[in-house]
């Protein structure tokens, strides 16, 4: 019998064992099904080994840990995509009559949505608004496809600001992605 195992955890392997094998045949008819995680996702790939166990004719056991080749034991290295991005959408809301007098206040919610396909951390909304207090900032992760308006900002509207007829401004959203960047 020829034995083909994986420590790796989530691996199936089907086709093992086989009966026997000649003298220089191969065979194909072993395989191995693994289902990404994140984690595999957020570090770049997916590196594993595996190991068959045999006996000879005399019933001493032969292995040999998997390769890239015959001749080598080099892991088995399968890359994968990393995207790492993220989307910031804010919104205004104008408390009192909503009309943007003097004193009144508006209230920002900052949307933040992970638009890759890694885990970011450290997410953190600044708003360069003199006068502008945020909350809810920094966020400390968000998975892949996640949504979070926890953080909101609150501005009370000045004479400049009437006199201007608005307030218009914008927001940053910056993140790390698995590898620090």
């Known amino acids: 019998n020829v034995v083909v195992t994986d420590p790796m955890v989530g691996l199936t392997i089907t086709g093992s064992p086989i009966a026997s094998l ?5 065979s194909s008819v072993v395989t191995g099904t693994y289902t990404i995680t994140q984690a595999d996702v957020d570090a770049g790939g997916v590196t594993n080994s595996a190991l068959a166990t045999a ?6 056991s032969v292995t040999d840990t998997s390769g890239t080749a015959n001749d080598n ?7 994968l995509a990393r ?9 205004a809301t104008i408390s009192g009559t ?5 004193g009144e206040v508006i209230t920002y919610t900052f949307k933040l949505t992970n638009t890759g396909n890694t885990t970011l951390t450290n997410v953190v ?8 207090t945020i909350t809810g900032s920094p966020i400390a992760s968000s998975a892949s496809g996640a949504s979070s308006s926890v953080v909101t900002g609150t501005y009370t509207i000045t004479q400049a600001d009437v ?3 608005g307030v218009t401004n914008s927001a940053l959203a910056t993140a790390q992605d698995p590898t620090g960047v």
Do not use: E, R, W
């Open 22 to 26: 000649a003298s220089g045949a191969s």
């Open 83 to 91: 995207t790492s991005a993220i989307a910031l959408v804010k919104t």
């Open 163 to 165: 006199d201007a007829g």
């Open 73 to 79: 034991d080099t892991p088995t290295v399968t890359t």
């Open 98 to 102: 909503g009309n943007g007098l003097l």
């Open 55 to 60: 006996q000879d004719p005399n019933g001493v």
């Open 125 to 132: 909304v600044t708003d360069p608004m003199v006068g502008l």
